[in-house]
T-cell receptor, first 116, second 112 residues
């Protein structure tokens, strides 16, 4: 079965620091990759996604992620975090092509705390 | 466009009681999902409906049942609630399986 690993469970950064959150998955075939964000008290929102094409994808609020197939990784980055980025971040993976793809598997999440 | 809506927002149950969580989407999506979110465990899929008229078990289906009432609505039922079902429940929908999922605001359930 597909598994998704997020190695950083809790990250504390000062404003303006750079961010990189790790995400690794186990499936070797075609995958669709997602990062979702959950701000305190809110529901999950899509941050960015990768289906195909350029492995460097850009999302909302200055976030980007790079798909490295050889490393089964899809790490999330932001050059300079803001206090408003305080949230929980979830990596998620679908196996296979859209329309027939498997269920979405989520990582356990990374709680990011940005201090002023 | 309300997106995905869920009712109720918060519920307290006693062990053994039953309840139904309601979910509706207005995006004309074909696929709908129910997840539970527990601290340190991320989101785990309970049941999903790839298209109207079909439902399938996810990772943690025990103790739950679902109904895909029509294309818009997908309900989750707890027949006999247990304290282990204390959680936050999220409904989501997507145009098709594998596509981006859009989430509702969640239902916080406490089983005493």
């Amino acid at each position: 079965a597909q598994s998704v690993s997020q190695h950083n469970h809790h990250v504390i950064l000062s404003e303006a620091a750079s961010l990189e959150l790790g995400c690794n998955y186990s499936y070797g075939g075609t995958v669709n990759l997602f990062w979702y964000v959950q701000y305190p008290g809110q529901h999950l929102q899509l941050l960015l996604k990768y289906f195909s094409g350029d492995p460097l994808v850009k999302g909302i609020k200055g976030f980007e992620a790079e798909f490295i197939k050889s490393k089964f990784s899809f790490n999330l980055r932001k050059p300079s975090v803001q206090w408003s980025d305080t949230a929980e971040y979830f990596c998620a993976v679908n196996e296979g092509d859209t329309g027939t793809a498997s269920k979405l598997t989520f990582g356990t999440g990374t709680r990011l705390q940005v201090t002023l | 466009n309300a997106g995905v809506t869920q009712t109720p927002k918060f519920q307290v149950l006693k062990t053994g009681q039953s309840m139904t969580l309601q979910c509706a989407q207005d995006m004309n999506h074909n696929s709908m999902y129910w997840y539970r979110q527990d601290p340190g465990m991320g989101l785990r899929l309970i049941y999903y409906s790839a298209s109207e008229g079909t439902t399938d078990k996810g990772e943690v289906p025990n103790g739950y049942n679902v109904s895909r009432l029509n294309k818009r609505e997908f309900s989750l039922r707890l027949e006999s609630a247990a304290p282990s079902q204390t959680s936050v429940y999220f409904c989501a929908s997507s145009e098709w399986q594998g596509e981006t999922q859009y989430f509702g605001p969640g239902t916080r359930l406490l089983v005493l």
